[in-house]
């Protein structure tokens, strides 16, 4: 590989693998609402893909992501429901450096 191929601005198709591979899922247990969640590894530079809560008791699946929000590096919170006894899924894009 010659010198000007390794800093060749990137193809469409290589900037699409490059975001895949920031595409992180975590499963988190859940917490009060307006409480922070811990989720390692998530900044607030980064995009919430989705949030997705598992009730065992029900058992449902019900989808949060329009009350979640990234509030400090490593956490993120919902604003109106309790998830004590639940687990989340969280998606989201690391933002590439």
């Known amino acids: 590989m010659s010198l000007e191929s390794q800093h ?30 811990p989720v390692a590894g998530i900044k607030t530079t980064d995009t919430l893909q989705s949030v997705i809560e598992f009730k065992p008791a029900t058992p449902a699946v019900i989808d949060r992501t329009s009350e979640a929000s990234i509030t400090s590096d490593g956490n993120i919170q919902l604003s109106t429901t309790d998830t004590t006894s639940s687990q989340l899924t969280v998606s989201y894009w690391v933002k590439p450096t």
């Not at 699409?16 to 922070?36: H, N, P, R, Y």
């Open 8 to 37: 060749a601005p990137r193809t469409v198709k290589g900037k699409a693998i490059a975001e895949l591979q920031g595409f992180t899922t975590k499963v988190v247990a859940g917490d009060a609402a307006a409480t922070d969640i």
